[in-house]
């Protein structure tokens, strides 16, 4: 298997980055997210078989712009993670509002036991 | 501009093995828009891993689907051997990849199964679910489960395949091939099935690239991108090619799964010409301390595990991005402008998995 | 005409006769490694509660000093961790499923021992 780069970034950074990921050709694979010492988000891309991931570190409370309008197919993962996670992320094309799950607990994934 | 109305479509739905709600946006025959409402099977098994140690967490990767069960419990069993630097022996990954292409076949022939059902070719679906008890009755006696196999451990595997069954497994594929040819060209050659299939929800080159579809679905618009071609398990050691064609319809996806079926059946007669003797797993110690992405190919595209551990015995987190996930946006761009008579089949031919969606 | 290529299969299958097993008649034959139910050899059993700590599921629970040993027959999965972790090898996987039920059942085995007289439990 090909390498896997892993590249920290700050959250601010975060649409430029994913701009020059894009330009590049890359295509998204995944959007992780890891509740161990704050939210840790996880982009991943591929291009030839190559995975090249972006990780940010982020809280609940700081909001998060949305990738969507440069990956449009990112919606349902941010959904995803903002319904699951709690992480706030504007933006998002189309957003859910915590609708696209049917769980009767709040951001399930967000909390630490 | 003609009535705009809304039709809810699903959970229920005859044509939908899994529950899945899309709200179809139509202006009289036309479907505009679909918005997707998922999470009626949501169990939050990525959540479990916090509770169950990293060994007993094998059994409930492979139970998030039930069809691509043995791929989901490779998947996770092969992060976690790449965090600990396990070497599986030869015999081991060989036996995964017969597994897995199995897997495949089974998974592909139901699918062949309920898209005849979606267009109401009954026989035609009968004989693919009559081919595909073929496959379930090899997992059987080869490892004990129909669909949960419960064999892919970290390290290696559990069960092994004697040089006599491995023969059966032959002859019956040989067998099933001639069938498989009979049947598959009903869906290729038929009349009725063309006009249910040909130019319904094209997805070109370069949409499927936009819109991130993996698996069948890329490949049929023209991607070649196949995990498999990455070499892992046995795969480096066989000798194949990822197969596309360039309609980007229906047609395309039914025909790029019907030839997938057959170098499956390739792939597994190069297994057991290849096989080598020895172990079948490595005894494995310690606790797992990493991370570790790992994308392999399912029947229904690539799937992407990610796993994090930190030096204990339960993990930190285990996250499973399936490919239904990746080819729903597809879907919806596909459900665009196509009538309402076709959206049956236009879910239908993304092949999807709501169970492993959802997780 | 293409139409017709269903023909040709569906005369063949009509000449076969069917495919399926007519099950309360037949049963399907399971095979050697079919996972069926845990079967337990209870007289072999030490009680250390290493199936009860890696069952998935929870579903065995083991008590020394009753010397009991039960599983709960809905919740097992029928992976076959337990059999495969026990150390007298007392649990085996056998290939006959478990009958249908309504409700929770657990089945009970208790070791017979000296102090113990049989009926108890």
């Known amino acids: ?113 | 501009m003609g009535n705009r109305t809304i039709v809810p479509f699903g959970p229920q739905h005859p044509v939908l093995p899994e529950p899945i709600h899309l709200d179809l946006v139509l202006e009289d025959e036309t479907v505009v828009e679909a918005i997707p409402r998922i999470g009626y099977i949501h169990r939050g098994l990525e959540k479990l891993v916090e509770k169950r140690d990293y060994q007993q967490y094998c059994y409930v990767a492979e139970r998030i689907c039930g069809i691509c069960s043995f791929m989901h419990g490779m998947g996770y069993c092969m992060s976690i051997e790449r965090i600990m630097d396990v070497e599986v022996p030869e015999r081991g990954e060989f036996l995964r990849t017969i597994w897995a292409e199995l897997s495949r076949l089974h998974s592909h022939l139901l699918w062949l199964g309920l898209l005849a059902d979606a267009f109401g070719f009954e026989s035609l679906f009968m004989q693919s679910w009559k081919l595909r008890e073929q496959v379930l009755d090899i997992f059987e006696e080869t490892t004990g489960g129909r669909v949960i196999f419960s064999v892919c451990d970290i390290g290696g595997v559990r069960k092994d395949i004697s040089s006599e069954t491995l023969m059966k497994i032959r002859t019956v594929l040989t067998e099933m091939e001639k069938e498989l040819k009979e049947t598959t060209s009903v869906f290729i050659n038929d009349t009725t099935v063309k006009l249910r299939t040909k130019g319904v929800g094209v997805l070109t080159k370069q949409m499927a690239f936009d819109l991130g579809a993996v698996g069948p679905m890329a490949r049929a618009s023209g991607i070649e991108m196949d995990m498999r071609t990455q070499g892992y398990s046995a795969y480096g050691k066989l000798d194949f090619k990822p197969i596309t064609n360039d309609g980007g319809d229906c047609y395309a996806r039914t025909r790029v799964r019907i030839k997938e079926m057959f170098q499956s059946i390739d792939l597994i007669r190069q297994c057991i010409d290849k096989i080598p003797g020895g172990d079948i797993n490595v005894k494995v110690k310690g606790t797992p301390n990493g991370e570790q992405f790992i994308r392999l190919e399912q029947p229904r595209g690539e799937v992407v595990y990610y796993t994090k551990a930190n030096g204990t015995k339960f993990l930190d987190r285990v996250r499973v991005r399936t490919p239904t996930f990746a080819n729903l946006p597809a879907l919806l761009e596909t459900l665009k402008n196509c009538s309402l008579a076709d959206v049956p089949i236009l879910i239908l031919t993304i092949d999807p998995c709501i169970s492993c969606t959802e997780r | 005409m293409s139409v017709f290529k269903m023909s040709k299969t569906l005369l063949k299958n009509i000449f076969h006769g069917p495919y399926t097993v007519p099950y309360p008649v037949k049963k399907k034959e399971t095979y050697e490694r079919t996972r069926g139910k845990i079967g337990i050899s209870i007289d072999d059993c030490i009680f250390c509660g290493m199936c009860e700590r890696r069952c998935p599921t929870g579903a065995i629970q083991t008590d020394k000093a009753k010397t009991s040993w039960s599983i709960e027959r809905l919740k097992c999965i029928q992976c076959g961790y337990c059999s495969e972790v026990c150390p007298k090898k007392c649990l085996t996987m056998e290939n006959q499923y478990t009958a249908p039920s309504y409700g929770n059942v657990r089945d009970e085995y208790v070791k017979c021992t000296n102090i113990q007289s049989p009926g108890e439990s």
Do not use: H, W
Not at chain 1, 38 to 57: P, V
Not at chain 1, 77 to 95: A, S
């Open chain 1, 1 to 113: 298997m090909k390498e896997q780069i892993l590249k920290e970034i700050s959250p601010n950074d975060l649409l430029t980055e994913i701009m020059k990921i894009k330009n590049d050709g890359y295509r998204l694979v995944a959007i992780s997210c890891t509740n161990k010492n704050g939210m840790e988000l996880t982009y991943s891309f591929d291009k030839d078989y190559e995975l090249l991931n972006i990780r940010l570190i982020t809280d609940t409370e700081t909001e998060l712009p949305s990738i969507s309008i440069l990956y449009p197919y990112s919606f349902l993962y941010e959904n995803e993670i903002k319904e699951l996670f709690g992480v706030k992320i504007t933006g998002i094309i189309p957003d859910f509002n915590d609708n696209l799950y049917k769980i009767p607990v709040k951001t399930p994934f967000g909390v630490n036991e």
